[in-house]
């Protein structure tokens, strides 16, 4: 019943932007942080972005602190990473997670790509 839905990922072009979605359904959203991970290539999957229970409690990873906003509307069940100043470093799948009922949830990830 529970699921998350990333979307807004694409290509773009070094130093341009785009804004990631997560709908949420299935569970009461506004109960429960979220958190943005992402995974490139041979990678681990890293911790991005986590967001408390509204816009007043966030977290960054040092990489991405100033260049990335995590928000989230509970109105619409969705959390969003606003990703400004892109990098090819940046070029990952990037996921969203909520911990409930003992697990980790993930949505299926959306593909991000950093290039000329």
């Known amino acids: 019943q529970l699921k998350l839905v990333e979307s807004g990922g694409g290509l773009v072009q070094p130093g341009g932007s785009l804004r990631l979605s997560c709908t949420a359904s299935?569970?009461?959203?506004?109960?429960?942080?979220m958190t943005w991970y992402r995974q490139a290539p041979g990678k681990e999957r890293d911790m991005v972005a986590a967001i408390g229970l509204d816009d007043n409690l966030v977290y960054y990873e040092e990489s991405v602190n100033g260049r990335f906003t995590i928000s989230r509307d509970n109105a619409k069940n969705t959390a969003y990473l606003r990703m400004d100043g892109l990098k090819p470093e940046d070029t990952a799948v990037y996921y969203c997670m909520t911990h409930l009922g003992g697990s980790d949830h993930w949505g299926q990830g959306t593909q991000v790509t950093v290039s000329s």
């Open positions: 299935g569970f009461t959203f506004s109960n429960y942080g």
